[in-house]
Every structure is written in C-alpha cells, then in structure tokens.
C-alpha cells in the first residue's frame, strides 16, 4: 500500500517503525493483583500499551535501566517509589560520573522521571502519583546550574 505525499507516491521503508504498539510495558501481569476478570486484562494491556509512543516507552526503558543501577551503586529500593527514592534517583543521575553518577543534564532526568509514572504502573502499583515540589526545584536548579565539572563544581565556560 502506497502512502501519498504532495502528488508522490512514498511506500514505507521495510525497517519503519510503527508509532505506537500493542506490545510494549503493560502485560497481563500489570493487573494481576487487582482481581479483574480475565476477559478485560487482555483489552486492558493493550490499549494501555498503545497509550505511549514506541520512542517514548524505549525512553522508559532508560530510565528503568537506571532504577537497577541507582539500586545497585546506593542499596535503595524503588517500588513503589516515595519521597525518599525519587530523591535518590534524582541525586543519582545529576551527580557527576567522577562521583560515580551518571552526570546527566536536568533535561535528561526530566525525561527520565516523567517515565517513572508509567514504569511504576506498569509493575501493578497504581497508586497516585504525586510529583514533588523539592522535585520540579532540584531540576529548575539543575538546569539553571549547568553541567557538573571537576573544579568547583562548574564546568569552564
């Protein structure tokens, strides 16, 4: 099937990707826990999957990477996520890689716990979820900062 653009006739590359799909985060097993009858699970997981774009859960993917390493370098544990271990997620990706941090800009962390959400969800844990003022501030102040460097904490402009 030909898609048409301004009058050309443009056939999707074999390696195209589609935007969204039915088979990425949630599963049956992201509503196990909540007794629902069998019959919805299915429909459930599927729509839930096409709720974010392919591009957007591989971003999740990332920053559920993360989880395990921040887990692994602080001993913390994440699910479902409070306060104290979003902070620590937090302080994990800003601080600097000589610290043994993953010296991400505010941009990328942004990004990252806004995945959170979805990731928490898609482990069963549906509780609402609250994003913390200390939170939007660290970040405001992340980005207003710079990147970490080695002297002084500010890298030379």
Same mark, same amino acid.
């Given at each position: 099937?030909?898609v @048409?653009?301004?009058?050309?006739?443009?056939e999707?590359s074999?390696?195209?990707?589609? !935007?969204?799909?039915?088979?990425?985060g949630?599963?049956?097993? @992201?509503?196990?826990d909540?007794?629902l009858?069998? $019959?919805?699970? =299915?429909?459930?997981?599927?729509?839930?999957?096409?709720?974010?774009?392919? @591009? $957007?859960?591989?971003s999740?993917? @990332?920053?559920e990477?993360?989880?395990?390493?921040?887990?692994?370098?602080? =001993?913390?544990?994440?699910?479902?996520?409070d306060?104290?271990?979003?902070?620590?997620?937090?302080?994990?990706?800003l601080?600097? !890689?000589?610290?043994?941090g993953?010296?991400?800009?505010? &941009?990328?962390?942004?990004?990252?716990?806004?995945?959170?959400?979805?990731? *928490? $969800?898609?482990k069963?844990?549906f509780?609402?979820?609250?994003?913390?003022?200390?939170?939007? *501030?660290?970040?405001?102040?992340?980005?207003?900062?710079?990147?970490?460097?080695?002297?002084?904490?500010r890298?030379? &402009?």
């Open positions: 099937m030909s @048409t653009n301004a009058g050309i006739g443009i999707p074999a390696d195209a990707v589609e !935007k969204y799909s039915s088979n990425r949630f599963s049956l097993e @992201t509503f196990g909540l007794e009858p069998q $019959m919805v699970v =299915g429909p459930l997981a599927e729509a839930g999957n096409f709720s974010v774009a392919a @591009t $957007m859960w591989a999740y993917a @990332t920053a990477h993360h989880i395990s390493r921040v887990d692994k370098a602080t =001993g913390v544990e994440f699910f479902p996520f306060l104290r271990s979003l902070l620590v997620y937090v302080g994990y990706l601080a600097a !890689k000589e610290s043994n993953r010296g991400l800009k505010e &941009k990328s962390v942004e990004k990252y716990v806004s995945g959170l959400r979805l990731i *928490q $969800m898609r069963g844990f509780e609402p979820w609250v994003r913390h003022e200390i939170i939007k *501030q660290i970040l405001r102040g992340a980005a207003n900062r710079g990147p970490i460097g080695k002297e002084n904490g890298k030379e &402009k």
